[in-house]
């Protein structure tokens, strides 16, 4: 019985080790890889929203001095 145990180990290892072996060349049959990650580009959204924000805070700006000029002791 220890000789049938040692003999399917050895089947099982042989097995295993074909197959670690073969199934990363069958897999990558075929394939030139991984696809190249494509170039970082800029479409502009980043440019946009940093002058939203600087029109924005110009709004703000200007209408609190426009509410300040408004009811200051410097009006007529």
Do not use: R
Not at 17 to 42: C, K, M, N, Q, Y
Not at 45 to 73: K, R
């Amino acid at each position: 019985m220890a000789m049938n145990c040692k003999a399917s180990f050895g089947i099982f290892a042989t097995i295993a080790l074909v197959f670690a072996i073969l199934l990363p060349v069958i897999e990558s049959h075929g394939h030139d890889g991984f696809a190249p990650a494509p170039a970082p580009t800029s479409d502009g959204t980043t440019i946009d929203q940093g002058i939203a924000c600087g029109l924005m805070v110009l709004a703000l700006v200007l209408t609190y001095l426009i509410h300040f000029f408004d009811h200051s002791p410097f009006s007529c």
